[in-house]
């Protein structure tokens, strides 16, 4: 039986594992019956369909509070779209960048340092990203990061944040190091379209600026999302 969305707030790690476990291997077109959520022809169209789901399964309540997606247990929601192998298919988004915050915020009072404190990663199996209602979730696992991956993403947050108050935009590549910034987490556009521009105020002059997102290079979750499905099968599952 698959549970009916909620908007009560997930309490324990043992109810977040039994929502879990009443949905992995099921596939969407089951799911969206009961969350009365929809997707379209167009791969692009779709990339945000799993995640809005998940969020709905799981009882997000940060919504765009710069704050943990389920903020009793501190924990992140990030699904991962995979497929065979399982191959990490696309960068996973955290949280857009806010240049102007960016500016003036040090990396451990940033919205990034807390939303990747603690994440739980949602791998979405889509073999054929045109084929959405045959994708399915495989067991979700924690991770928590190292303290060598804690000093990287500082390096690769302050990299990026040098430009933005030296205001030096256009240099913002997400092409790896030397070209571009960051070894593990990189700045990429947020805008199906290249020309979408909004206005950033960074220390106190304001500029139209390409919307960003701060994401996770594929060849940092590789590695992460091979080492835990295979121990999820080894040990049973989330949580147990």
């Known amino acids: 039986m698959i549970i009916a969305p909620t908007m009560r707030r997930i309490a324990t790690f043992r109810e977040l594992s039994d929502r879990l476990d009443q949905v992995v291997g099921v596939p969407f077109t089951e799911l969206r019956k009961y969350y009365s959520r929809s997707w379209t022809g167009e791969a692009k169209s779709n990339k945000g369909f799993s995640g809005n789901l998940v969020n709905l399964l799981l009882g997000a309540d940060a919504g765009s509070d710069p704050e943990p997606d389920i903020s009793s247990l501190g924990i992140e929601i990030k699904t ?5 192998g399982p191959t990490v298919q696309w960068p996973t988004k955290v949280t857009s960048l806010n240049y102007s915050d960016l500016a003036v915020t040090s990396w451990p009072e940033s919205a990034l340092f807390h939303k990747l404190r603690a994440v739980l990663f949602v791998p979405i199996v889509k073999y054929d990203r045109n084929s959405p209602e045959r994708w399915y979730i495989r067991r979700p696992f924690m991770w928590l990061p190292s303290k060598p991956i804690l000093v990287q993403f500082e390096k690769d947050y ?22 571009g910034q960051g070894v593990f987490l990189m700045a990429k556009p947020n805008a199906a379209k290249g020309n979408v521009r909004r206005v950033y105020e960074v ?4 500029f139209s ?32």
């Open 80 to 84: 991962i779209p995979i497929g065979d």
């Open 158 to 179: 302050n990299s990026i944040r040098n430009l933005v108050r030296e205001h030096k935009f256009g240099d913002i590549h997400s092409g790896k190091p030397p070209g």
């Open 203 to 206: 220390n106190g002059e304001k």
């Open 209 to 240: 600026l390409q919307p960003k997102a701060w994401m996770l290079r594929e060849s940092f979750t590789q590695p992460i999302v091979e080492v835990n499905l295979r121990l999820n099968l080894e040990l049973g599952g989330f949580a147990k």
